[in-house]
């Protein structure tokens, strides 16, 4: 009986199962939306990911062609509903500085908080999401809970909890609510608290560090061929931070560090992301009391009409870098609006990233680049 | 390289070429027939190191199709906006650049689904978003009765 185990284990190397071809997704729950990837396995082995996307395309660049500079903010936040206002923001910047407008220090200061507070909503969910990817389904519920915090800030001031349309072009919509800024500092101090929980929860959890160290490397020439940015890019070593390299709205006035991992693993990914928030809280720390007094909007004219040329601007969402690309024939509606959104240049490098690991490594790997499939289709 | 000097240099090495200063970035309008090996020099020369392709976009105007190629070097910090133009509007053929920035393979994908215009040498080229019984939605003489209702 020995010598036949023996000759079997010996000939194992020898036996081959056929590839075949599986589809993860589109309604499968580690994709976050709706993504197809089409695996190619050798028994659980990925050997090609073909990511196919475009079945919430909503021609968000063909429709603004039909827009007014002020209407084309309100379609950005579909595009990554988790940064809405980075989204909206990114549009409203561009419009100023094509037209040349300084906007009051007032406007920059909620601006940017509001950026790091989307910023911490957004990390949050993607927190527990990923957690429950991995199998610790209790991290949902924590994540959610704290979120509605956030969430609660934003609907006092601006009436949204998601699409918040709060930045147009020139300003903010209305002024803060007055309870905005002592909300705001409750949720900071409560937030310090509960942020070493979510590190106790998950990131020191012996299963969920096998599950994510050494899985999925992307080095830093390749996270930069493949243009990718954000927590991800930067786990990598890859110095992307739009907000340190091309600061804009209050960004220059406030002390912060940019994080940059080394490994580039998805457990990398991981503490980088937890560590931006610790980041995100100081910047609103130091925001917060210093709110200057003055007009939360400039008067504009009714009709925005653009100077003829071609205007860029680089936003960084809580995905990574966004980019607006506007056209302008001196027209009130753009000739050309082009998104270079962070989660298409991310995801096509799954396929680089998941060869010849385990399909449920892919599920890691998706789940520590924090996808948002709006934000891919456009 | 300063924007002066990176404009000066390129349209020395590339009398072709058209080489401005655009409203943000350094503008260069390079001939098709060139855009391969212009790319690559811009990736491969040690002074320029463009490696980060971080937008490629299409857009069409009245006389020509263009595709726009913003460019950073993150070792240098010096940016580059490149256009290609082509005029036929039929067979729109382009080189492709995703042998250089790899990013570039789903953006070409992008561009070819939306504007229509074909990169040689690409490895896949496919409609991304639409299926093949749509046009190209992007080109400014597209027209959709069924979905688009004219007032």
């Known amino acids: ?378 | 390289m300063t924007n002066e000097q990176l404009i000066d240099h390129l349209s020395k090495a590339y009398p072709d070429a058209v080489a401005k200063q655009g409203n943000q970035y350094p503008e260069i309008n390079v001939p098709k027939e060139l855009l391969h090996a212009f790319m690559l020099n811009l990736k491969s020369d040690p002074n320029l190191a463009f490696d980060y392709l971080f937008c490629q976009s299409g857009v069409d105007y009245p006389t020509f199709i263009q595709v726009v190629y913003h460019l950073e070097s993150t070792k240098h910090k010096h940016y580059l906006v490149v256009k290609a133009n082509t005029e036929d509007r039929v067979t729109t053929v382009l080189d492709t650049v995703s042998d250089i920035w790899p990013t570039a393979e789903f953006h070409e994908d992008e561009i070819f689904d939306l504007l229509g215009i074909k990169f040689n040498n690409h490895p896949h080229l496919r409609r991304l978003f639409l299926d093949d019984t749509w046009g190209f939605p992007l080109r400014k003489d597209f027209h959709d009765d069924i979905h688009v209702v004219e007032r």
């Open chain 1, 1 to 378: 009986m020995a010598e036949i185990i023996e000759k079997f284990i010996s000939t194992t190397d020898q036996i081959k199962t056929d590839e075949y071809l599986v589809n993860m997704g589109p309604q499968h729950p580690s994709t976050h939306g709706v993504l197809r990837l089409l695996v190619k396995l050798e028994g659980e082995i990925v050997h090609n990911v073909e990511p196919h996307v475009g079945y919430i395309h909503s021609g968000i660049e063909k429709m603004t062609e039909s827009l007014t500079y002020p209407q084309i903010p309100h379609l950005t936040d579909r595009m990554d509903y988790l940064s809405a206002h980075m989204n909206n923001e990114a549009v409203c910047l561009c419009v100023e500085n094509a037209l040349q407008v300084e906007v009051p220090e007032r406007v920059k200061y909620i601006r940017t908080i509001f950026d790091e507070l989307q910023r911490l909503a957004s990390h949050q969910l993607w927190w527990c999401a990923s957690g429950m990817d991995l199998g610790a389904l209790t991290a949902f519920f924590y994540g959610l809970r704290d979120r509605e915090d956030i969430l609660d800030i934003f609907e006092e001031t601006c009436g949204a909890r998601l699409t918040l349309n709060y930045t147009v072009p020139g300003g903010v919509m209305f002024d803060i609510h007055p309870n905005f800024q002592r909300k705001v500092k409750a949720f900071i101090t409560k937030f310090k608290k509960i942020l070493p929980e979510y590190d106790k929860l998950l990131t020191g959890n012996i299963i969920f560090q096998n599950r994510t160290k050494g899985v999925g490397v992307l080095s830093k020439e390749d996270a930069i061929a493949f243009g990718v940015t954000g927590p991800t890019g930067r786990a990598s070593g890859f110095s992307c931070d739009v907000r340190k390299h091309h600061p804009y709205s209050a960004y220059p006035l406030v002390k912060f560090e940019e994080k940059l991992g080394t490994d580039g693993d998805s457990f990398m990914r991981w503490k980088l992301r937890m560590d931006e928030m610790w980041e995100s809280l100081h910047i609103i720390e130091q925001l917060i009391d210093n709110i200057p007094e003055g007009d939360y909007a400039l008067k504009m004219k009714g009709v925005i009409k653009l100077p003829e040329g071609e205007f860029y601007q680089r936003v960084e969402t809580a995905r990574g870098e966004l980019g607006v690309y506007i056209v302008s024939d001196g027209k009130k509606n753009p000739y050309r609006v082009k998104f270079r959104s962070p989660g298409f240049s991310n995801l096509f490098t799954i396929n680089h990233i998941a060869k010849n690991w385990k399909i449920a490594d892919l599920v890691a790997i998706m789940a520590t680049f924090d996808l948002v499939i709006p934000d891919i289709d456009r």
